[in-house]
């Protein structure tokens, strides 16, 4: 059994089959990489995983509960976090600020500004996501306003803003969409560096088989809705399926 179970799920809109009887199994503290043509349903599933979406038949279990009918906070509140593909951080706010959202969260989805009236208190909340910014190396840049960053920045922020949580299921979907090679790289750095220090389970939506195959411990294809093949990330690429689903080559 895996910490995230997906059990024969299916998801129609309208006249498209989106989703066909897909079945997955996360294994806990893996990085686990969902990859696909365009339209093969990954979006689609990666928010039946959080919640957005419910389908119209099936399961999606997260270490024995469903994640089915939730509000974002109760998934955040069960210890699941989404990286998006475009950063949802506050432009106007500096890094720091930003940062210190998160902290200030509530399990309950509210905010809990009214609890931390004292400066000892707000003094704790900022050493906490200070400590946070030191950890993803972006400490020098805390008073920097976000909006002015690199987009590979901006994703840095983000998966720390979902890191400070301590969730143990993170998501990230697409986490290099539009990024130069070296914010790429950086990036692939950062989650390896995530996946050696935390008890964490990640699974990635990902187009850059790069970074697919710098970090998946296992692969799952998707083709037309359906799990095509699910293996290690060695033997997915010479897989004649894959390469003719994903590749566009005959076998």
């Known amino acids: ?9 299916n998801k129609r809109f309208g006249g498209l089959q989106a989703l066909s009887d897909v079945n997955l199994s996360v294994k806990e503290n893996t990085v686990h990489a969902i990859i696909g043509p365009n339209g093969a349903g990954k979006s689609t599933l990666l928010n039946c995983l959080v919640g957005k979406l419910i389908p119209d ?6 270490d024995g509960q469903s994640v089915l009918g939730r509000k974002p906070y109760q998934i955040n509140q069960m210890g699941i976090s989404r990286v998006f593909q475009t950063p949802e951080i506050f432009g106007d706010l500096t890094v720091l ?3 210190m959202i998160p902290c200030f ?4 989805g509210a905010f809990r500004l009214h609890a931390y009236e004292s400066v000892a208190a707000e003094k704790e909340l900022a050493e906490k996501a200070e400590q946070m910014l030191i950890d993803v190396n972006m400490i020098e840049k805390r008073h920097m306003h976000s909006a002015s960053m690199s987009r590979g920045d901006k994703r840095r922020l ?8 301590e969730p143990r299921l993170l998501l990230l979907d697409e986490p290099t969409a ?21 008890d964490i389970t990640m699974a990635i939506i990902e187009h850059d088989m790069h970074v697919v195959f710098s970090l998946a411990d296992r692969i799952t294809v998707l083709a037309q809705g359906t799990p095509l093949v699910e293996d290690a990330p060695e033997n997915i ?10 590749l566009g080559e005959s076998a």
């Open 105 to 108: 969260a509530r399990r309950d």
């Open 178 to 198: 539009g990024m130069a090679r070296a914010d790429t790289n950086n990036t692939i750095d950062l989650l390896k560096e995530i996946k050696e220090k935390r």
């Open 237 to 246: 690429k010479g897989n004649p399926k894959v390469r003719e689903a994903y």
């Open 1 to 9: 059994m895996g910490i995230l179970e997906v059990k024969g799920v």
């Open 57 to 62: 038949t099936g399961s999606v279990m997260f």
């Open 97 to 99: 600020e930003n940062m």
């Open 158 to 165: 983000e998966t720390a803003m979902c890191l400070v949580q």
